[in-house]
């Protein structure tokens, strides 16, 4: 049992660097994980539906939080 079961995390910027790896150490220690990201829908997906192998719902939300608006 991971530090994080039974939890929900939203990451923002998941698909590379920090946030990446926030993103899966956060579901290696068993939370379910949403990630946003800006462009790249399949790298983004790809990565998602690798992560939710291990049992864990992860999703991928297209979306840019460094733009009010278009968030």
């Known amino acids: ?3 994080l079961t ?5 990451v923002t910027g998941g698909t590379r ?3 990446r790896g926030i993103v899966e150490r956060f579901v290696e220690e068993g939370a379910d994980v949403a990630f946003t990201y800006v462009s790249s ?6 990565l998602a539906e690798e992560l939710a ?9 297209q979306s ?5 608006n278009a968030a």
Do not use: E, W
């Open 1 to 3: 049992m991971g530090l």
């Open 6 to 10: 039974g939890k929900t995390a939203l």
């Open 17 to 19: 660097g920090i946030g």
């Open 41 to 46: 829908p399949d790298k983004a997906n790809a």
């Open 53 to 61: 192998k291990g049992g864990r719902k992860v999703v991928a939300i």
């Open 64 to 68: 840019d939080a460094g733009d009010f």
